[in-house]
Nanobody
């Protein structure tokens, strides 16, 4: 089973940028869609991006569209989430996960089966 590990979280100022990495060292990613989620304290896990198997297609909710960008290099076993113009409401633990071969129509956490351990992102105002 694929194992996913997130990294790159930290403290970033309002309006700044941050790039998160999701890595797999034990399973090829070229057959898997990869989603990014975040969870703030007391809130449900929210999908913020999904990348198709080859990266040709990506999906974002309106809350991050135009600010977040997902990219991947399957040969390196990595998927990135670039966060630009961050806001305090972007604060949370960020997870990558896989839903199998395809991104679900809606970015629901229930449709993703394998998760990383998460990385904390804190945006200071």
């Amino acid at each position: 089973q694929v194992q996913l590990v997130e990294s790159g979280g930290g403290l970033v100022q309002f309006g700044g940028s941050l790039k998160l990495t999701c890595a797999s060292s034990n399973f090829p990613l070229d057959s898997l869609a990869i989603g990014w989620f975040r969870q703030a304290p007391g809130r449900e896990r929210e999908g913020v991006a999904c990348s198709s198997q080859n990266g040709a297609s990506s999906y974002y909710p309106d809350s991050v569209k135009g600010r977040f960008t997902v990219s991947r290099d399957n040969s390196k076993g990595k998927v990135w989430l670039r966060m630009d113009n961050v806001k305090p409401e972007d604060t949370g633990v960020y997870y990558c996960a896989t839903s199998g071969p395809f991104c679900p129509v809606e970015l629901s956490a229930d449709d993703f089966q394998v998760w990383g351990q998460g990385t904390q992102v804190t945006v200071s105002s």
